[in-house]
Each structure stands twice: as C-alpha cells, then as structure tokens.
C-alpha cells in the first residue's frame, strides 16, 4: 500500500482494501509526512502493516508542523503512526510477484519525499511531486522548494507512465505539460 489518504476516507480504503486483498497490506509506504496522506497510518500498523518512509517523513511525523503558506498548523502523529523502517537512500523491496523501488528525493514538495517505481507495471507513484491540473504545491517548511520540484520532475521525466496521489494516473505527455508549469518560476529564480 502507498499512503492512507486523509481522515475521515480512511474507514472506506482500509474496507475496499479488506475486500480485495482479504488481509491486511504487509507494507505500507509514506511517499511523504503530510496528513492527507499519512493519516490512516496508525489504524493499519493496528493490523499489522509494516510503516515505511523516508527518515524525514518520520521525524516531521514526529513533531508538531506549521505550514505557513497553507496556514496548516499540525499536531505530531501518534508514535503509532510513525514509519517504523526508515531509509535515505534507494531501497527495494522483494513482494515475489514483483519488486518495489523506493527512491528517496532529493528536497522538492518536502525533504522526505519518495518514489515508488514498479517496473513490471511500467509504473511510478509520485506523491505529490506531481498534482494533475494545478500548479505544484511546495511545503517551504519542510524545506521544500521550487528549484527542487523541478529538478525532481526532471530526474523522473523519463518514466515512461506515471501516477499521482490527487486525481487520476498521468501520461508522459501530462507530465511534460506539468513539467512546463514550473518555467515561469524557474525563469524567475534563475
Ligand atoms: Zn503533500
């Protein structure tokens, strides 16, 4: 599993993935702290998922949060909810079936950010170094920045398919045109 989504929307994912899987989710990886994706955390670690993510997304998990661009004020998780395997650098994991790449960021949307490549589905789950239809969110708090945002969309630009957490999964063509929404601002910094 790839973040729990916000709140009150978790009874439904962890009912719809209990339906599917008919067990719970062995893995279960933050693509970053924030709360919309972080917050169904402690109910699966209550079923025995594993917590993964970066070792950013578990400190900022940690402590209270101030986003003060979105004037979010946010309490620290339960230790609960806390990724309990941490890393900095690319680890895979081995699920038999398939394999699960997990790329550490360097600071972009928030300086615990992760990539989820599945090469045998040709796909990549980008958090939110990606939204569809907007321009990218960055969380200046959590030493997030413009410039990394778009040397993060540069770096992953070659995938061939790629999905994003807000809405639906992107095509390369998609990505390209995202990618474009930051030149005005990297012209601007530059
Ligand atoms: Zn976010």
């Known amino acids: ?3 729990t989504g916000y709140g009150p929307r978790v009874p439904e994912i962890r009912s719809a993935i209990a339906g599917a899987l008919h067990q719970s ?10 709360f919309d994706h972080t917050d169904g ?16 997304c578990r400190a900022r998990m940690s402590q209270d949060q101030f986003v003060p661009s979105l004037e979010w004020g946010v ?6 909810a ?22 550490p960021q360097e600071s972009a949307h928030t300086d615990g950010d992760v990539v989820v490549w599945l090469p045998s589905a040709n796909v990549l789950v980008m958090g939110d170094l990606m939204t569809n239809g907007s321009y990218p969110v960055i969380d ?3 030493c997030g920045s413009l410039h990394g945002m778009i040397q993060a969309i540069e770096r992953l630009l070659p995938f061939s398919r790629h999905a994003s957490y807000h809405r639906r999964p ?3 063509p998609d990505c390209s045109r995202f990618f474009r929404c930051g030149d005005p601002g990297r012209r601007a910094v530059r």
């Open 1 to 3: 599993m790839i973040d």
């Open 25 to 34: 989710p062995r893995w279960l990886i933050d693509t970053h702290w924030h």
């Open 41 to 56: 955390n402690s109910t699966f670690a209550e079923d025995q998922t594993t917590v993964v993510g970066h070792a950013n």
């Open 75 to 80: 309490r620290s998780s339960p230790r609960s």
């Open 82 to 103: 806390w990724p309990v395997l941490t890393f900095n650098a690319a680890v895979s994991i081995d699920l038999g079936s398939q394999t699960l790449e997990l790329i």
């Open 140 to 142: 200046e708090s959590s």
């Open 170 to 172: 992107r095509s390369a």
